[in-house]
């Protein structure tokens, strides 16, 4: 068996046909979806990344307002900042870029964001709702994994999945996604016992380590015909790639994702997808 490929740069590519048209839609109501980006530092993968999300809303026609401050930016100005945005009526989302600063309160700041512009899916209120079956905005990442098992027709009823990860960004969020989808869901970490047999129970893996150094997913860890998501980066000789032994997984699995062109390309998609929805809740 050879494993079909997850293609993450199609399926985005789709989701962002989708939001296109609404924002159309949108527009010829008198309303201009608008995404506010707020980065604190000067790390340079998080501008790549702010500067992506700006870039992808521009082509889709999403308004954009673009906030850079400095790495010593205090917590009660970036607060100030937060609530300013949140009175605004133009702007329907707001995404402040994690990490932040080790001086500032990331908790603070995300608790701060008006749960009706979270477009990240991140506060307190938003992580209730997706607990009780009830988020309108989803964190993004995990919304992205969830539409790309949906476009490929890969059933989660009654399938033990497996994800290696337990972070509010990924892991958690994911947990509630797949039981509301009737899935079984088992959640590991660095401290799980035995974690290459509880993968070899797996019908479907979502990894999202992001150290190779410390774990990657080897093709005896899979059982014949699972299905491998891959969520992680990292760089190998100067490549980008993920969790898994690519190569040789792939030919124990029936589907995979790639990295790059697999999960990747659907955080921005979905990022934009949820300004969309912010803005229609938003006006009504």
Same mark, same amino acid.
């Given at each position: ?5 997850? +293609? ?22 008198? =309303? ?23 870039? /992808?809303?521009?082509? !889709? ?24 945005? #949140? #009175?605004?009526?133009?702007v329907h989302g707001i995404l402040v870029q994690l990490p932040l600063p080790k001086h500032i309160d990331e908790f603070a700041i995300?608790?701060? =964001? ?8 991140? /506060? ?16 993004? /990442?995990? +919304? ?9 027709? =890969? ?12 972070? $509010? ?12 989808? $009737? ?22 893996? =979502?990894?999202?380590?992001? $150290? ?21 980066? +990292?760089?190998? #000789?100067?490549? !980008? ?12 699995? +029936? ?18 997808? #949820?300004?969309? /929805? ?7």
């Amino acid at each position: 068996m050879v494993a079909q490929i997850i +293609s993450g740069l199609t399926v985005a590519q789709d989701v962002k046909e989708r939001v296109k048209k609404a924002v159309e839609e949108l527009k010829t109501s008198g =309303i201009i979806p608008c995404l506010a980006t707020v980065l604190v530092g000067d790390d340079p993968a998080s501008a790549t990344y702010v500067n992506s999300k700006q870039k /992808t809303a521009k082509e !889709l026609g999403i308004a954009t307002r673009d906030h850079r401050l400095a790495a010593t930016f205090k917590q009660h100005e970036l607060l100030e900042l937060v609530q300013l945005l #949140n #009175n605004d009526p133009e702007v329907h989302g707001i995404l402040v870029q994690l990490p932040l600063p080790k001086h500032i309160d990331e908790f603070a700041i995300i608790n701060t =964001i008006s749960p009706l512009k979270d477009v990240d899916g991140l /506060t307190p209120y938003s992580a209730g709702m997706l607990q009780n079956g009830m988020a309108l905005l989803k964190p993004c /990442t995990p +919304s992205g994994v969830m539409e790309l098992l949906d476009y490929y027709k =890969i059933a989660l009823e009654g399938k033990d999945v497996v994800i290696i990860n337990r972070s $509010n960004l990924v892991g958690k969020p994911l947990v509630f996604m797949l039981l509301e989808r $009737n899935a079984t869901v088992t959640v590991c970490h660095s401290k799980t016992r035995d974690l290459p047999a509880r993968l070899r129970q797996a019908d479907i893996i =979502i990894t999202a380590v992001g $150290n190779r150094e410390r774990f990657t997913l080897k093709a005896d860890m899979v059982k014949e015909g699972a299905v491998v998501i891959d969520v992680a980066t +990292s760089r190998i #000789n100067g490549k !980008l790639a993920g969790d898994a032994d690519f190569e040789a997984v792939k030919q124990k699995a +029936s589907w995979i994702t790639p990295v790059p062109g697999g999960v990747g390309p659907m955080t921005i998609a979905m990022l934009m997808k #949820n300004t969309v /929805t912010a803005a229609s809740i938003l006006r009504g």
